[in-house]
Structure formats: structure tokens, C-alpha cells
């Protein structure tokens, strides 16, 4: 695919000619530094069929390409949502040793990753990285200690939510709580905003920190957090022109969102190439999480879709692209997870992994790289005991080890457990999206619920799709993986999902998403302050009444 006269205007503007070089920039010939460049590119709600490697009716040829010279990752998982993945990803935990296993971090929540965990940023900051996140947060912003920049990164460019207009970057978060969310560093990128579609805009922001950057003299770990291709269904119009045979409006729309971001990734390789990173560079691949069918994403086929504990939802698209790789051109089929990239990466790049990490993640460098066996052999996908919506869930369904109303999802060897109820639990087969009318998508693929259902087990080594359950014909392996999920419950941390906080709202801090709560001192001051305030102003409506008082008395005297 050719570069788009328009972006070829934002680099020239921002960067200066193609053709020039900055003076501070490395020589062709300098000899690479033994850490590798890190650029980690997390996409948002990418359908694991939503590229063309997977058969998808989306043109992704730099996608297809980077995954066909690198290695695609095909029993690569990740988290169902959005928060829970990238709290992951960050921090190489599980969940449950965060306290974030129930749902996301909301915009309005006094919550956010736990400030005691160490980051990936941090470790490789402390490796010798230059450090930069462009893109998504997500992982909240309550008080300041939250922000990206006080979490191991150098600078950020991006959103702190989860989502919001792709032009505009307002977000509401219902009546009356709507905010501007684009942030510079620790405050509002009102300077920078111009009206540019988030994905140019933050491939923009990305190569200009390569273009300032000295690959020779500093390895770089680049966080590229796309808000690509969530919701609302946003994209420059010229590329929905190449998929008006799509009916489905949403399915076109986000097709073309899909291309765009394609388009993206293909600029930012080349920038890599021009300004001296690539051939010391890890590139990794990643959505945060399933499709989502109802905004134009599919899953097949593989069952269920985003939110769910189904392979729809936690199965994702995956691959590293690398120079350095010792076997490219390949796929991995062993079991990887999104907190096996913390000790994998601190560990390539030269950093140290100390025991008090309690790390959940696995390096998987030689099974990615050299094909050889993972030493992962198990994923807890996540046990929330808010989520308990099982109705006919008990302690008796789970042979008086686990109660089965309570969510949770465990993957050991072949086989997967879940209980609870895992989500919406479908199959939406590709010629859903050929249909305009949406009361007819499912085409016999439509699941009647058994209500009194709360445990399922499947091989998905022989079964992908999860289409037959096997929870009645070996009880024996749902005994033995219901007490692996009791033993991982025992070293849980207690669910943080706080009350939400009216304080949040960005009509008290200037229209815009931002750090709201204040410590014990910070609020004794402004308490201090108020009081003298209201202090001096009392003091002055006394002294006036007294006045006021004495000319009625000179009045009445006269």
C-alpha cells in the first residue's frame, strides 16, 4: 500500500523534509547497542478473524506481512476487557494479585493500577531505556501518583480513558459528566489538538519522538496504545470507500477503521527503517481483547466476543516481528499470555527480575523465537467474586470445592474450565455482516441457554470453538482444575472496584479528565484555605452589619 499524500504533509510539517536528517540523528554505519529497541503496539478491540492472516475480507497487507517475516502467535492470550489487560501487560500479574478482577477502571472510580506494582517502563528505565508512551491509558488517573508519567514513562501523549471521539477526544460518562481527554505529559493537550483523526495523530506523535530520538546512543521502549479500532465507529472517509460491498454499516465502518490503523503501522515501520531503529528492533502485536460483534467486529470462529471468558473474547490477535528473531517466517503454537511480555521483555532488554516481583508471566523469548517449548503450561484467565450471576451456581455443582456461581475461567494444558456465567456466548459467523437485517445475523449458530448450567469444560487443543461440552463425561479433570482455581483464590488480593466519586466530574477541574483526589494533607490545606476564607469573609459581612447597624442608630438618634 502507498503513503497518503497527507501524511507525507503531517511528517514534512512536524519533522521537517523526509530527505533531510536531524544532526543529533545516528549514522547508517554506527554499530547498534546490544539492547534491543522495544516498540509495543496494543490495538483496541481487534476481532481475532479482523486481519487478512486470518481470512478476514479486511485488506491488512502490513499487517500480514510483519506477522509473515516475524512470528504469529496462535495460542496467544489475553483479558476479555480493556483495564484487566493492560494491568496486566504493565505489571506481568494475574488479576487477582492486583485487585483489579472485577470489570474496568472507570473515568469516575478513585481507582487505578496499584501504586506498589512495578511497571514494565519502570524496569527498563531502570535498564537503561528511554521510555514513551502515545495513546490509551486506561489504568486510571484519580490522583496524580496514576498517570503514565509517574508509572516509569518519559513522556505521554494520549488519552486517559477508555474510550471517546476520535476527532474531538470528549467523553461523557453520563449526564452532565462529559470532559476533554488528551493529555501531554500531566496536563491538557489543548495546544496540540487539531481536530486530527486519534490514529494519524498518535502515529504522528510516535514517529516524532523516533525523528528526536538517538537509536545509537539510548535503547528505546516505545508503548503505542492505539484507541484503534474501539468504539464509536469513527474513520476518514476516504477509507470506507474501499469497502462499500460491506452492507452493514457498521461492519464497513469498522473495516476501514482497520485499514487506517494497517496504513498506520506501515508508516511507522518505514519511520523506524529511516531513522535507524529497525534492525535492532522488537516489534510485538497485540489487541487488548476480543471483537465486539455489535460494533462491526468478528470473532470467527471462535465462540463468544469482547467481555467474555469464551475464546471469542480472551483469544487474541498476536505477532513479533523482529530482525533479531532466530526462526522468522513461523508460527508459535504454544501457550502465551499477555504477562508473559514483562520478564520477557525486562529480560531482553537487559533489566532484572527480582523474586519480591511476584510475577505471574513467563520469558517466552526462545519459544517465540526459537520455537522451542513455553514454559508456560497453565493460564488463570481471572476469578471476580463480585461477579456471582450464576443462578443456579453452587457448591454442590462444584463437588464441594468451588462455587460455581461465582465467574472464573482456567486454562491448563488442553483443557478449559469455566464457571459462573462466562458472557454472551454465540458464534456470529462471518455472513452476519452480509445481512443488513441484524434480527436474522445468527444463521443457526444461536445458542438456547441452559439456565441451569455453571460449569463447562472443553479440550481446546481438539476443540478451538468450544463446541462440545465434556464437564459431565470427565468429572474427574473438573475436580482436579476446581482445585487448581481454590489454590489460586488462596493467594487473591481483595477486590478494589470503589464507589464513584463526584469529584470526578470535569466541570470542577476545567472541562477536562483529570486527577481529582487529594491526600490527607493535600486536603487539610485546602480545608485550611476554605476556613480562612470563609473566615474573612464572615469577618467582613460582620463588620459590615456592624456599620450598617450603627448609621440606622445615627438615624434614629437625628
Known amino acids: 500500500m502507498g503513503l497518503p499524500l497527507t501524511f ?49 475480507e ?65 524496569k527498563l528505565k531502570q535498564a537503561g531505556y528511554s521510555t514513551h508512551m502515545v495513546g490509551k491509558w486506561h489504568l486510571g ?11 516509569g514513562f518519559d513522556t505521554f501523549f494520549g488519552s486517559l480513558l477508555g474510550s471517546g471521539d476520535y476527532y474531538s477526544h470528549y467523553k461523557c460518562e453520563g449526564p452532565g459528566m462529559c470532559g476533554y481527554d488528551l493529555y501531554e505529559g500531566e496536563e491538557a493537550a489543548w495546544e496540540q489538538d ?52 460491506i452492507p452493514n454499516l457498521h461492519r464497513r465502518k469498522y473495516a476501514a477503521m482497520v485499514s487506517c490503523l494497517d496504513e498506520a503501522i506501515h508508516n511507522l515501520t518505514l519511520a523506524l527503517k529511516r531513522y535507524g531503529y529497525y534492525d535492532n528492533t522488537i516489534i510485538v502485536y497485540s489487541s487488548d481483547n476480543g471483537g465486539q460483534p455489535l460494533a462491526g467486529g468478528s470473532n470467527w470462529p471462535l465462540r463468544g466476543s469482547k467481555a467474555t471468558y469464551w475464546e471469542g473474547g480472551i483469544r487474541a490477535v498476536g505477532f513479533v516481528h523482529s530482525p533479531l528473531l532466530v526462526k522468522k517466517g513461523t508460527k508459535c503454537r504454544s501457550l502465551v499470555h499477555v504477562t508473559d511480555w514483562f520478564p520477557t521483555l525486562v529480560t531482553l532488554g537487559e533489566g532484572t527480575l527480582d523474586e519480591d516481583l511476584n510475577l505471574d508471566g513467563y520469558d517466552v523469548w526462545e519459544a517465540i523465537s526459537e520455537g522451542r517449548p513455553s514454559p508456560r503450561q497453565d493460564i488463570l484467565h481471572n476469578i471476580d467474586p ?85 464437564s459431565q463425561r470427565y468429572p474427574h479433570i473438573v475436580k482436579k482444575m476446581l482445585l487448581r482455581l481454590a489454590q489460586y483464590n488462596k493467594t487473591a ?12 466530574n470535569p466541570q470542577y477541574n476545567g472541562g477536562v479528565w483529570g486527577p481529582w483526589y487529594k491526600d490527607e494533607r493535600q486536603q487539610q490545606e485546602e480545608d485550611e484555605r476554605y476556613n480562612n476564607l470563609l473566615t474573612n469573609h464572615l469577618g467582613k459581612r460582620r463588620l459590615l452589619k456592624k456599620m450598617k447597624n450603627r448609621k440606622l442608630k445615627r438615624k434614629v438618634e437625628e
Open 8 to 56: 507525507f504533509l503531517i511528517v514534512i510539517l512536524a519533522h521537517g523534509s523526509w530527505g533531510n536528517r536531524d544532526a543529533n540523528r545516528h549514522s547508517e554505519f554506527d554499530e547498534p547497542g546490544s539492547q534491543p529497541h522495544i516498540i509495543f503496539i496494543l490495538v483496541d478491540d481487534h476481532g481475532f478473524r479482523d486481519v487478512g492472516y486470518h481470512g478476514s
Open 493 to 504: 488480593v481483595p477486590v478494589r472496584y470503589p464507589a464513584k466519586d463526584l469529584r470526578s
Open 194 to 245: 487539531r481536530g486530527l483523526y486519534s490514529t494519524v495523530m498518535f502515529t504522528r506523535k510516535a514517529i516524532g519522538i523516533l525523528a528526536r530520538h538517538n537509536p545509537s546512543k539510548q535503547p528505546l521502549f516505545l508503548y503505542l496504545a492505539y484507541q484503534a479500532v474501539h468504539s464509536p465507529l469513527q474513520v476518514p472517509a476516504r477509507y470506507l470507500e474501499r469497502y462499500k460491498g
Open 386 to 470: 463480585i461477579y456471582i450471576k450464576a443462578k443456579n451456581g453452587s457448591w454442590k455443582a462444584g463437588y464441594g470445592i468451588w462455587n460455581t456461581a461465582v465467574q472464573a475461567a482456567l486454562r491448563v494444558g488442553d483443557w478449559k474450565l469455566l464457571t459462573g456465567v462466562p458472557g454472551y456466548s454465540d458464534w456470529v459467523p462471518p455472513q452476519t455482516f452480509s445481512n443488513q437485517r441484524l434480527t436474522n445475523r445468527w444463521h443457526n449458530e444461536h445458542v438456547r441457554w441452559d439456565r441451569g448450567k455453571s460449569i463447562w469444560l472443553f479440550n481446546i487443543t481438539a476443540d478451538p470453538y468450544e463446541r462440545v461440552d465434556l
Open 141 to 151: 488517573f484519580y490522583k496524580r501518583g496514576c498517570l503514565p508519567t509517574q508509572r
Open 58 to 122: 479486511i485488506k491488512t497487507p502490513t499487517l500480514d506481512r510483519l506477522a509473515a517475516q516475524g512470528v504469529k502467535l496462535e495460542n496467544y492470550y489475553v483479558q476479555p476487557l480493556c483495564s484487566p489487560s493492560r494491568s496486566q501487560l504493565m505489571t506481568g500479574r494475574y488479576q487477582i494479585h492486583t485487585g483489579l478482577q472485577h470489570s474496568i477502571i472507570r473515568a469516575t472510580q478513585p481507582n487505578c493500577l496499584p501504586l506498589e506494582n512495578v511497571t514494565l517502563p519502570q
